[in-house]
T-cell receptor, first 113, second 117 residues
């Protein structure tokens, strides 16, 4: 079975400081992992994805995530937070070639000016 | 990636009534998915809708409450039947990005915000 655990429901950072959103996964198979962002009253947008290629994945808007199999983690990072990064972030796992997509409970990111 | 048009974008409905949500994709896709996002919650998969077959429902969701149609490879509807305030949620449709099996992620519609009063 596949599942993801987002370790923090809320994260607050000051503008210009680093962002770390934590995600641990559980998968019986080689997983595909994704991070999505949902801005208030907006649709879901794919930030980045890991599909068994390079373990360090770069996404849009300066975000990146590192797949660590030994730690079963896929944490999302950004060196310097911007006000526009304030949103809800979802870590998602799916089976490779599978059609099941499992969402974490989400992390709400607040950026303080 | 596919572009999804979902409507209505929002609605306020009386309890006991039904609402049908439409999802139109600009390309042919085999699989379409319907999700529910309750207030302050994450997304939960309701069902998978494949063209030419009955939809497959996840645990906790039944066809009588959430009937789904999939008449062709670009269109699907989800009906929320006999609504109660507990059905107040955002409902989203989704397709595999690139039309595959989800290896490249999924594209989501902008959602239907349903309020039941």
């Amino acid at each position: 079975a596949q599942s993801v655990t987002q370790l923090d429901s809320h994260v607050s950072v000051s503008e210009g400081t680093p962002v770390l959103l934590r995600c641990n996964y559980s998968s019986s198979y080689s997983p595909s992992l994704f991070w999505y962002v949902q801005h208030p009253n907006k649709g879901l947008q794919l930030l980045l994805k890991y599909t068994s290629a390079a373990t360090l994945v770069k996404g849009i808007n300066g975000f990146e995530a590192e797949f660590k199999k030994s730690e079963t983690s896929f944490h999302l990072t950004k060196p310097s937070a911007h006000m526009s990064d304030a949103a809800e972030y979802f870590c998602v796992v799916s089976r490779n070639t599978g059609n099941q997509f499992y969402f974490g409970t989400g992390t709400s990111l607040t950026v303080i000016p | 990636s596919a572009v999804i048009s979902q409507k209505p974008s929002r609605d306020i409905c009386q309890r006991g009534t039904s609402l049908t949500i439409q999802c139109q994709v600009d390309s042919q896709v085999t699989m379409m998915f319907w999700y529910r996002q309750q207030p302050g919650q994450s997304l939960t998969l309701i069902a998978t809708a494949n063209q030419g077959s009955e939809a497959t429902y996840e645990s906790g969701f039944v066809i009588d409450k959430f009937p789904i149609s999939r008449p062709n490879l670009t269109f699907s509807t989800l009906t929320v039947s006999n609504m109660s305030p507990e059905d107040s949620s955002i409902y989203l449709c989704s397709v595999p990005t690139g039309g595959g099996f989800g290896d490249y992620g999924y594209t989501f519609g902008s959602g239907t915000r349903l309020t039941v009063v």
